[in-house]
């Protein structure tokens, strides 16, 4: 039980600094809830409209080409570390793996999957209002 003191020490400050900080925005936090600071809030966007509206193939196909990514990048920690022990052929497979992850990006590109200007998506159906944005203002709790 010698090596657990540590970990127990760790475990210990990682919840004080937790219900520390809880506790502090518990007493010194501001207390004047408004219906527009009780909304709902999700990525910038005011929550309007239906919530199982359907979202582009594009939006999958980019999350899953993340992944594929993310995880190579996830194996070459491991493989870092192993290269004197696995030598030439540890070399070659890596780059065998990386030369197949390259072939698949480029797939990916030719296909226009990270294309996401309007120009190219066929879902897209008006062309952008030219001047500045406009900007909507959301009234939440009013009635309006």
Not at 34 to 56: F, H, I, L, W
Not at 76 to 102: E, K, N, S, V, Y
Not at 106 to 126: A, C, F, Q, S
Request: aromatic share 16%.
């Amino acid at each position: 039980m010698e090596g657990w003191g540590g970990v127990a020490i760790m475990v210990a400050l990682g919840v004080g600094f937790g219900a520390v900080n809880v506790a502090l925005s518990y007493f010194a936090g501001p207390r004047h809830p408004t219906p527009e600071k009780e909304a709902a809030y999700e990525c910038g966007m005011p929550p309007v409209g239906d919530a199982r509206e359907r979202q582009s193939v594009k939006f999958y196909l980019i999350a899953m080409i993340f992944l594929l990514f993310d995880i190579e990048v996830a194996f070459l920690g491991p493989w870092a570390m192993a290269l004197r022990d696995l030598g030439w052929p540890g070399f070659i497979q890596i780059a065998l793996f990386f030369a197949i992850l390259a072939v698949a990006f480029i797939y990916v590109w030719r296909k226009g999957v990270l294309d996401w200007g309007p120009e190219t998506d066929p879902d897209y159906v008006r062309p952008p209002k030219p001047g500045p944005a406009v900007v909507k203002r959301y009234n939440y709790g009013t009635g309006n």
